[in-house]
């Protein structure tokens, strides 16, 4: 078995659920672990997607960066300036980092591609993060227009 994980939002998707637990052959050599815990999503799945096509797209109409790096540097205008404002967490440990790489460029080309910032973001941040990203870029590129992604 290689791991299923279920949400559950109706009383049909619970008892798929425990069809397929059911279904499963308890032993000792080959335990299963079950949990269950209150679903969070830090940010919907519609935003994430909408996010990496707009690094598509502009990496390919500009020509000038790769997707990867398109992320990177709306990370360090968009998003950091976002988690610094709302995590003294955050702020703490990006002040650390950015004594190891202290320019624009070692920042985003070093720093940014392993450096945690939409992924700790939540549904609501992540929401402030496109707005601003599509109002600062979508007036150089012509972006896929969030509603599509019903956002």
């Not at 425990?18 to 999503?41: D, G, I, R, Y």
């Not at 990177?72 to 990006?94: I, M, Q, T, Y």
Request: some cysteine.
């Amino acid at each position: 078995m290689t791991g299923d994980f279920w949400v559950l939002r109706t009383d049909l998707m619970k008892a798929q659920c425990m069809a397929a637990l059911e279904a499963v052959e308890a032993n000792h050599k080959k335990p299963v672990s079950v949990q269950f815990k209150t679903h969070s999503q830090k940010r919907s799945e519609a935003q994430n997607r909408l996010s990496h096509l707009w690094y598509k797209e502009i990496s390919k109409e500009g020509g000038e960066y790769t997707p990867d790096q398109i992320k990177c540097r709306a990370k360090k205008h968009f998003g950091v300036p976002l988690l610094l404002a709302d995590s003294e967490k955050f702020n703490a440990a990006w002040l650390k980092a950015i004594q190891a790489f202290p320019t624009y460029e070692e920042q985003v080309d070093e720093l940014l591609p392993f450096f945690p910032v939409t992924s700790l973001m939540t549904t609501e941040q992540m929401s402030r993060y496109l707005t601003d990203f599509y109002r600062v870029q979508g007036q150089k590129y012509a972006l896929t227009d969030p509603k599509v992604f019903g956002l």
